[in-house]
């Protein structure tokens, strides 16, 4: 059962251009991330948030950025995406020690 | 250096046979472990997690912690066809912030029909 949402599935664009990807968690949960997952299947940790504070991992490009307008929502702009942004982007919340994960948004950069 | 790493990289079993995953952490500071699972396609979903010493079984599943060697691990006995997927081993504790997820690199388990 779903209860962490991302849109698009997927979204192919080219070198350059500015993508949004949504998430939102109906769990009422307190802390969001963002994951991207590379070809090699390794998931590594971009964002967290909560309460309005946020952690960057120090290796993710300026380029990118978290967007949230209430709990429950925590989306992620690229602005001007280079190949190697290329990668499932997951989304993903949690309330005590466990994480829930969305589906996923499959970015391709042509 | 991954702070957890998994092994092996990928399994086969036949159907009905025993998988066993392993996880070694590198930081003491890890208390909490889960074991994820990833089908194509979707999203990891937590399988189950383990904090004490010993074993913790859930149906067919069986993970095992042993905090003195930092060392988890997972079996899984009657292995389905519907096993075959992607497991992550994650840990948390003091060193990894806010609860944060420290994920290994995942093992690729496919059961043969």
């Known amino acids: 059962e779903t209860a962490v949402f991302q849109t698009p599935n997927y979204h192919v664009t080219q070198v350059g251009n500015e993508v949004s990807f949504n998430c939102k968690q109906t769990l009422g949960h307190d802390t969001m991330y963002w994951y991207k997952q590379d070809s090699k299947k390794l998931l590594k940790i971009m964002f967290s948030y909560n309460n309005k504070q946020l952690i960057v991992n120090e290796t993710v490009p300026r380029r990118f950025s978290p967007q949230s307008s209430d709990k429950a929502h925590l989306n992620l702009r690229i602005k001007s995406v280079e190949p190697e942004d290329s990668a499932v982007y997951l989304c993903a919340s949690r309330q005590g020690r466990e994480q829930y994960f969305g589906p996923g948004t499959r970015l391709t950069v042509l | 250096q991954q702070k957890v790493q998994q092994s092996p990289e990928s399994l086969s079993v036949p159907e009905g046979g025993m998988a066993s995953l392993n996880c070694t952490s590198s930081d003491r500071n890890f208390q909490y472990f889960w074991w994820y699972r990833q089908h194509s396609g979707e999203g990891p979903k937590a399988l189950m997690?383990?904090?004490?010493?010993g074993d913790k079984k859930e149906g067919r599943f069986t993970a095992h912690l042993n905090k003195a060697s930092l060392h988890v691990s997972l079996h899984i006995r009657d292995s389905q066809p519907s096993d075959s997927a992607l497991y992550f081993c994650a840990a948390s504790g003091l060193s990894s912030g806010s609860w944060q997820l420290i994920f290994g690199s995942g093992t690729q388990l496919t059961v043969m029909p």
């Open positions: 997690s383990i904090f004490s010493d």
